[in-house]
Each structure stands twice: as C-alpha cells, then as structure tokens.
C-alpha cells in the first residue's frame, strides 16, 4: 500500500506463488515477484534496500520465545547470510523469534562477512508500542490518534519495559493501572498465542506494527528528517550491547538515540530496568554463542 515500496520480493520455501498472483491484482505501484526456495533465494534479494525477516514457526501456549530459538536461529543465520552476499548495503528488520536472541546473531553473522552496519540492523519491537498505545488510550479514553508511550528494553515478557511516566498525552496513572497496563503489554503475545489455542502467535497486528516501522524506514531512506521509532538495536544507552530504545531514522539507518527517554524514570520503571537486564543478558549472550559455535 505503500508509495515508497516499488518492488516487493516474497520469500519462502513453499507456496509463494499464490501469495504473489494475489498481491499482483492490488492497484498499488509496487511490482510484485516471487522466489521459492534457497536456489532463488539471492534473485530475490539482490539490489533490495530493505528486507524484513518474519521467518521461522511460532508459539504454541505455554511456550516462551526462547523455546522458539533451536528452530529459528538456524533460519535466521542462513537468511541473514544470503543478506550479506547479496545485498550487503540492506536495512534488515528482524521480527522472528526470539527477537532478543536473533539480532545478535544476524549481527554475528553480518560481521563474519564482513558487512556490519550496526546502524542499520532492527529487531521489530513495533508491535510493542503498538499494544502500548492501544491499551492506554482504551484505559484513559484518550484518542488514539494523539497517545505516543514508548517502550525500551526487549521483545520478551519483562524485557519489554512501557515508560508510561512518559506517555504523551501527559496522563496520571494509579499505582494499580500502572502494574496491570505493565503486565498487559509485557503479555500481549502470549494473550494472543493463547486465543489462537495451538494456531500461532499474533500475524495481522504484526503485520499492522511491522508494516508501520518498514513505512518510517522507507520515509527516511527517501530523505525525511522526523522520522522516530522504537527499536531493538545495538546500543551504549546501557551496559547491554543490544537495547530497545526510541531512536531517529535517517538516509544511513539509525542517527542517534532519544536519550531523554531514560532519564528521570519513576521508581517503578527504574526497578522493572534492573530486572529485565540479566534475562535480556542472557538472550544476547545465547544469540552470540550460537552464531560463533
Ligand atoms: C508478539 O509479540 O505477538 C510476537 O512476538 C509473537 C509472540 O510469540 O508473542
């Protein structure tokens, strides 16, 4: 639906063209083409400025995202490698599971090949400030169009840390709403993944967020300078080589970090900071080891 996307190449190893014959009829500039399978995986990536990686299989209930890393972290290198021999200068935006996990193994990956560009290497927190949003704005009955809560840290249970202390509209919460609207965005995969009982995990809100952050990435490859979002990127605004945090988007990926978003937090964020460090320590280093083994 985008003005921005010219050419959208589909990926996958079965039944790609279908999806390609059906997204081919929509009266939008963008030329759609199909690729099946690792042989014409690199046609299909070559001269791409943007490729976005939703790869891998989903939750079942009672599962966490790390359950998901044996399977996906094999896919995720070896699409992350085609990435690096055929279009090096790419933005990748990872959204396969586990997000905390899978952007340092790309990142591994991309540095074994010599092409690292920390700078233009994503995981998809969107859906995050997405549920974030949502969620206040149905809480507070504000309009929706105006609520903006960012959201830091990961993409896994506590990892995923809302500032509501800095949610504009500027709202009062109560102590109570603040630890239940928590909860709730930390849970909104698994609220999902539950409904869908055995089904997957969230596909349409996904693609809503994902299709949200590939338009602010286009909007600033094209030139536009007030381009924000949060992301999941390598970073010095901790002591974790990897965080999510509001960043500003410009021609060559990430120009720099909303650092005030960090500052002056309330108790309650400060606490839920701390806490989340050592799980998304652990998802960082586990991402790392597999990519070097
Ligand atoms: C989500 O947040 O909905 C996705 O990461 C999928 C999942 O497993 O929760």
Redesign the pocket.
């Known amino acids: 639906m985008s003005p921005l996307v010219s050419h959208l190449n589909l990926y996958d190893i079965a039944n790609v063209k279908g999806v390609v014959a059906d997204l081919s009829h929509c009266n939008t500039p963008a030329q759609v083409a199909g690729f099946t399978g690792p042989e014409e995986l690199g046609d299909g990536l070559k001269g791409v400025d943007l490729v976005v990686i939703p790869a891998g299989v989903?939750?079942k209930p009672g599962m966490t995202?790390d359950d998901l890393f044996n399977i996906n972290a094999g896919i995720v290198k070896s699409l992350v490698e085609a990435v690096a021999d055929n279009c090096p200068n790419a933005w990748i935006h990872i959204i396969s599971?586990p997000?905390n996990s899978m952007v340092p193994i790309a990142a591994e990956v991309l540095k074994k090949k010599g092409v690292y560009d920390p700078k233009k290497l994503f995981g998809v927190t969107t859906?995050?400030i997405v549920r974030a949003n949502t969620f206040v704005a149905e809480k507070k009955g504000l309009r929706l169009i105006e609520v903006d809560v960012p959201v830091i840290g990961g993409?896994a249970g506590i990892t995923i840390l809302p500032l509501l202390s800095k949610t504009k509209p500027a709202c009062e919460f109560t102590q109570e709403e603040i630890e239940k609207l928590t909860d709730r965005i930390q849970n909104?995969?698994?609220e999902?993944?539950e409904a869908k009982a055995g089904a997957g995990?969230?596909t349409l809100?996904?693609a809503y967020a994902s299709a949200r952050f590939v338009e602010s990435s286009l909007r600033a490859l094209d030139g536009d300078s007030d381009v924000y979002e949060c992301t999941y990127v390598q970073s010095e605004l901790t002591e974790l080589p990897y965080f999510a945090s509001r960043v500003k988007l410009g021609k060559k990926g990430v120009e720099g970090f909303a650092t005030s978003d960090l500052e002056n937090l309330s108790p309650f964020e400060k606490e839920g900071l701390e806490k989340l460090k050592p799980e998304l320590k652990a998802s960082i280093d586990k991402g790392i080891a597999f990519a070097n083994k």
């Open positions: 989903p939750r995202r599971n997000v859906l995050d993409h909104g995969g698994t999902v993944v995990s969230a809100s996904m």
